[in-house]
C-alpha cells in the first residue's frame, strides 16, 4: 500500500470512528439516554444486532440460551429479530426498549476495559528488525488428563505444557507464520487474541486464536506493580512504553505470565467467540457463564478516552480469558492504532445488565433483579 493510500485510509478511518463513537439520541419511555445525536451510531447497533439475529435465526426454536431461563429460547429471540431487523436503524433502539427490560445478572460494583484489532508490522522471513515470532498451534498440544497438555514420542502425554518462557527460548521446534517487527506489540496480540498483520509489500495477513498452552493468565500489570515499576493507574499505555524503554528487562517481566496464544491464518478478519464479525462501539466481550452469546447488554459506565459518562446498548459477541464475572466487560474499539489508544486507555468502574424478553421477568429463580425503572 503505497503511502498517500494509506494516508486516505487513516483520514477515513478517523472521520468513521469518531462518528461511531458518538451516541444516538434514542430514548427510553421511562429516562433520557443522554446522549448527543449522532445517527451513524444507529447503523452501529443495527449491525451488531443483525450479526446476533443471523446466528439466532440459523438455531431451532426450542433451543435455551443458557441454564439462566430469564434468557428465553432462540424462538423468542427470532421473533425480536425478525421484528427488528424490519426498522429502520434510527428506529431499532426504541423498539428493542419496548420488548427487553435490563435485568441485574450479579452484584457489586464492575470493571469495563477495552480491546481492539491491531495492525502489526511483520514479514514471512526472519530478517533485521523482524525477530518476534506469530507461532502456529502445534502438532503436541493436546487434551492430557482433563488438561492442557503435551504429547510425548511414545505416544502418552504430560502435564502441563510449555510456559511462555519455555516456548520462546525453543522456537525452532515451532512453526512460525510471521515474524513481527515489534516484541511489545506482539505480546499485547496474544492478549487481544486476534489481529492483522501487514508485510512489507502492503498485503495484509489476518491472524486468529489457534490454542492456548492452558497455563493461567497473568496479568503483567499487577507484575510491574509489585516490581515497584509502575504506580497509581496501570494502562495498556503505560505497560508498553515501559516495556518501549527497558528492552534488557522486557523478558523477565513477559514470562512472569505463562500463558501463550498460537495463532493460525484466516481468510478474513477473525470474529469474536460467537462467530461474526465484532462491532466498534457495540460489541464486548463477557463472561459466558452468566451471559450467553449474541444477547444485547447496557452498560453505565465511563468512557476513560474522553472521561464522558457512557449508558449505551451493546452485544455480548465475544469472550476473553481474563474477562470472569457478571459485572465485567470488555469493550471492542475497532481496528488500528487509534482504537488501540482508545481501548488502551478504557478502565473504569461502572454497571452492566442483560437484556431480556420482558415476559420472561418475574417468573424466573432467584438472582434476576430487574433494573429500576423498567
Known amino acids: 500500500m503505497n503511502p498517500s493510500s494509506k494516508l486516505k485510509l487513516c483520514s477515513l478511518f478517523v472521520a468513521i470512528f ?181 508485510l512489507e509489500d502492503g498485503t495484509e495477513v489476518h491472524i486468529g486464536f489457534a490454542g492456548k498452552n492452558g497455563h493461567p493468565y497473568v496479568a503483567i500489570g499487577k507484575t510491574l506493580r509489585d516490581m515497584g515499576e509502575l504506580k497509581g493507574s496501570i494502562t495498556a499505555p503505560k505497560i508498553k512504553q515501559w516495556l518501549k524503554d527497558n528492552p534488557a528487562r522486557a523478558d523477565e517481566v513477559l514470562f512472569s505470565n505463562p500463558s501463550f496464544i498460537f495463532f493460525k491464518e484466516t481468510a478474513q478478519e477473525a470474529p469474536g467467540a460467537f462467530g461474526v464479525v465484532l462491532t466498534a462501539g457495540r460489541s464486548m466481550a463477557v463472561d459466558r457463564s452468566h451471559y450467553p452469546m449474541g444477547v444485547p447488554v447496557f452498560i453505565k459506565s465511563k468512557n476513560t478516552f474522553d472521561a464522558q459518562p457512557w449508558e449505551r446498548m451493546m452485544f455480548a459477541q465475544d469472550v476473553g480469558s481474563a474477562i470472569k464475572g457478571a459485572n465485567r466487560g470488555d469493550i471492542y474499539f475497532g481496528h488500528g492504532p487509534l482504537a488501540g489508544d482508545r481501548a488502551g486507555d478504557q478502565n473504569a468502574p461502572g454497571q452492566l445488565w442483560a437484556m431480556v424478553p420482558k415476559e420472561n421477568v418475574g417468573t424466573q429463580p432467584t438472582g434476576n433483579t430487574p433494573a429500576t425503572g423498567n
Open 18 to 198: 469518531f462518528t461511531m463513537f458518538g451516541p444516538t439520541n434514542a430514548e427510553e419511555q421511562h429516562k433520557s439516554w443522554d446522549y448527543p445525536p449522532f445517527g451513524a451510531d444507529d447503523i452501529a447497533l443495527y449491525k451488531a444486532f443483525q450479526a446476533s439475529c443471523d446466528k439466532y435465526l440459523a438455531m431451532k426454536p426450542d433451543k435455551k440460551l443458557h441454564d439462566n431461563a430469564v434468557y428465553g429460547t432462540a424462538g423468542q429471540w427470532q421473533g425480536i429479530c425478525r421484528e427488528g431487523l424490519a426498522k429502520k436503524p434510527n428506529l431499532l433502539e426504541g423498539y428493542l426498549e419496548t420488548r427487553l427490560t435490563k435485568v441485574t445478572i450479579g452484584g457489586g460494583e464492575g470493571k469495563f476495559t477495552g480491546y481492539y484489532k491491531p495492525v502489526l508490522e511483520g514479514s514471512r522471513t526472519r530478517h533485521g528488525d523482524y525477530q518476534t515470532p506469530l507461532l502456529a498451534r502445534p502438532t503436541d498440544l493436546t487434551l492430557c488428563n482433563g488438561a492442557t497438555g503435551r504429547k510425548t514420542t511414545d505416544g502418552g502425554c504430560r502435564n502441563p505444557y510449555r510456559t511462555r518462557g519455555e516456548i520462546m527460548k525453543n522456537i525452532t521446534e515451532y512453526k512460525v507464520i510471521v515474524w513481527l517487527k515489534d516484541p511489545v506489540d506482539a505480546y499485547f496480540l496474544h492478549i487481544q487474541g486476534s489481529g492483522t498483520v501487514e
